[in-house]
C-alpha cells in the first residue's frame, strides 16, 4: 500500500541555520509529489511539488526539494531558517489518476527555530 | 481567481450537537475532496466528489459523518451527533482533473466541548 514516512517528528534549529526535513515515500511509481506547510492557526500552503523533468525543485519561501528515485525520497531543504518558518510540514503523494484520487500525507515534522 | 474556501473558520460545538461545515471549491473545479486532522494525527482522506456524484467515500468514519454536494458546486460536512473525538481541523480540497493537483482552502478548526 502506499504511504509516506517522515521520520523527524519534532525538529528545532536555530535561526539562520541550514534546514533538511526528510520524506520518503512507498508507491508503485513515481508519484507527484508535495510539500505543504500549515503555520498555527493558518491552513494548508503548498510550499512546492514535483510531476516530472528536473529533479531540483524550487519552492515558495526559499524551499527546495529534491526528488531521489533510487531512495525513494523527496527532502525538503533550506539554507538559512527565518523564525517564520516556525510551523508544521507534511510531505504528500498523490493523486495518480483513476486508481488514486486522494492525496495521502505523511504524519508531519513540527519544526522549532531558536532565535 | 479565488481559492478555495471554507467556513466557518472555526466551531465550537458541545458533545452531541450538529454542526455542518462548508466548502466553496474554485470555480470550474469538478472534483471537491474533504480531509480531517484530528488531534495529534494524520492528515487523511474522508471523501471525494466528482460533481455531485460521490466517487470515494472510503475515509468516513461513521455513519455520523454525511457529505453533500447538490449542483455540483459548494459542498457541506454534518456531522450529528457531534462526539469529542470529531475535534480537528476539516480541510477541503478542489481539482480540475482527477489527476491534477488538489488545492487547499484554509480549513475548519471543530472542537468538540
Known amino acids: 500500500a502506499q504511504s509516506v514516512t517522515q521520520p523527524d517528528i519534532h525538529i528545532t534549529v536555530s535561526e539562520g541555520a541550514s534546514l533538511e526535513l526528510r520524506c520518503n515515500y512507498s508507491?508503485?511509481?513515481?508519484?507527484?509529489l508535495f510539500w505543504y506547510v500549515q503555520s498555527p492557526g493558518q491552513g494548508l500552503q503548498l510550499l512546492l511539488k514535483?510531476?516530472?523533468?528536473?529533479?531540483l525543485v524550487q519552492g515558495i519561501k526559499g524551499f527546495e526539494a529534491e526528488f531521489k528515485r533510487s531512495q525513494s525520497s523527496f527532502n525538503l531543504r533550506k539554507p538559512s531558517v527565518h523564525w517564520s518558518d516556525a510551523a508544521e510540514y507534511f510531505c504528500?503523494?498523490?493523486?495518480?489518476?483513476?486508481?488514486?484520487?486522494?492525496?495521502?500525507f505523511g504524519p508531519g515534522t513540527s519544526l522549532s527555530v531558536i532565535p | 481567481e479565488a481559492g478555495v474556501t471554507q467556513f466557518p473558520s472555526h466551531s465550537v460545538i458541545e458533545k452531541g450537537q450538529t454542526v455542518t461545515l462548508r466548502c466553496d471549491p474554485i470555480s470550474g473545479h469538478d472534483n471537491l475532496y474533504w480531509y480531517r486532522r484530528v488531534m495529534g494525527k494524520e492528515i487523511k482522506f474522508l471523501l471525494h466528489f466528482v460533481k455531485e456524484s460521490k466517487q470515494d467515500e472510503s475515509g468516513m468514519p461513521n455513519n455520523r459523518f454525511l457529505a453533500e454536494r447538490t449542483g455540483g458546486t459548494y459542498s457541506t460536512l454534518k456531522v450529528q451527533p457531534a462526539e469529542l473525538e470529531d475535534s480537528g481541523v476539516y480541510f477541503c480540497?478542489?481539482?480540475?482533473?482527477?489527476?491534477?493537483?488538489?488545492?487547499f482552502g484554509p480549513g475548519t478548526r471543530l472542537t468538540v466541548t
Open positions: 480540497a478542489s481539482s480540475r482533473d482527477r489527476s491534477g493537483e488538489q488545492y
Open positions: 504528500a503523494v498523490g493523486p495518480l489518476g483513476t486508481s488514486y484520487d486522494k492525496v495521502i
Open positions: 514535483y510531476f516530472s523533468g528536473d529533479t
Open positions: 508507491y508503485g511509481a513515481t508519484p507527484y
